[in-house]
C-alpha cells in the first residue's frame, strides 16, 4: 500500500511565488489535515478536511487555501510565499469514527522560501 | 480543547523500560488519548490509543489512570530506535466529526547505548 503520498518532498520558492503541495492517501480515509513543523517545534495543524467538500481551519491557516474535491486529494497551495512559510509541512489521513483509530502521515514536503 | 502536559525531555538505558508520563487534567468523557512518536527526519507515527481502559499492543503499553486526568506509555524494552519525540494528544468524538490531532511539544526520548 502506498498509504500517503506528498509530492514533491522538497522546495525552494522565491518570495511571493506560488504553489501547491500535493497530498494523496489510497486508503478512503475521511480525514485528512495539514501539518507545519518548524525547526525544533512539534506540528502545527493548517487545515484540515472531514470529507469531500468539507474543509475547516486549523491553528496557524493563514496563507494556506485548501479544497477537498475528492477523497484522496488534498492539495494545500501557497498564493504568494513569504519566508516566515519556509518549514516542514505533512499530510495526514484517517478514519476515527467512533472509535478514533488511528492517523497515517506521509514523509514531509520541506519547503525553503527565499 | 483540553490540553495535555508532558515533561520535555527524559533519557533511557537500552533494554530498559521507560515510562512516558502525560497529565491531562481537563479531559473530558469524549476524549480519546492518542500517543503519536515522530524520529528524526520522518512523519509521525501512530503508538497506541485509549479511552477509559487500559491498553497493549506489539510497540507499547497505555495506563490511564482511574480519574482519566494522566496516563503514562510505557516501552517495555527501550531500544535506540525507540529515540524520538513522543507526542502525547487528546481527540474528542462528536457528532459533527472528531476533533483533529492537535499537537504539543512532547517529550524527546533519549536511549544511552
Known amino acids: 500500500n502506498a498509504g500517503v503520498t506528498q509530492t514533491p518532498k522538497f522546495q525552494v520558492l522565491k518570495t511571493g511565488q506560488s504553489m501547491t503541495l500535493q497530498c494523496a492517501q489510497d486508503m478512503n480515509h475521511e480525514y485528512m489535515s495539514w501539518y507545519r513543523q518548524d525547526p525544533g517545534m512539534g506540528l502545527r495543524l493548517i487545515h484540515y478536511?472531514?470529507?469531500?467538500?468539507?474543509?475547516d481551519q486549523g491553528e496557524v491557516p493563514n496563507g494556506y487555501n485548501v479544497s477537498r474535491s475528492t477523497t484522496e486529494d488534498f492539495p494545500l497551495r501557497l498564493l504568494s510565499a513569504a519566508p516566515s512559510q519556509t518549514s516542514v509541512y505533512f499530510c495526514?489521513?484517517?478514519?476515527?469514527?467512533?472509535?478514533?483509530?488511528?492517523?497515517?502521515f506521509g514523509q514531509g514536503t520541506r519547503l525553503t522560501v527565499v | 480543547d483540553a490540553k495535555t502536559t508532558q515533561p520535555n525531555s527524559m533519557e533511557s538505558n537500552e533494554e530498559e523500560p521507560v515510562h512516558l508520563p502525560c497529565n491531562h487534567s481537563t479531559i473530558s468523557g469524549t476524549d480519546y488519548i492518542h500517543w503519536y512518536r515522530q524520529l528524526p527526519s520522518q512523519g509521525p507515527e501512530y503508538v497506541i490509543h485509549?479511552?477509559?481502559s487500559n491498553v497493549n499492543n506489539r510497540m507499547a503499553s497505555l495506563a490511564i489512570a482511574e480519574d482519566r486526568k494522566s496516563s503514562t506509555l510505557i516501552l517495555h524494552r527501550a531500544t535506540l530506535r525507540d529515540a524520538a519525540v513522543y507526542y502525547c494528544i487528546l481527540s474528542r468524538v462528536r457528532n459533527s466529526g472528531n476533533t483533529p490531532l492537535v499537537f504539543g511539544k512532547g517529550t524527546r526520548l533519549s536511549v544511552i547505548a
Open positions: 478536511s472531514v470529507g469531500a467538500g468539507i474543509t
Open positions: 485509549g479511552l477509559t
Open positions: 495526514a489521513s484517517s478514519n476515527p469514527g467512533r472509535k478514533n483509530t488511528e492517523a497515517f
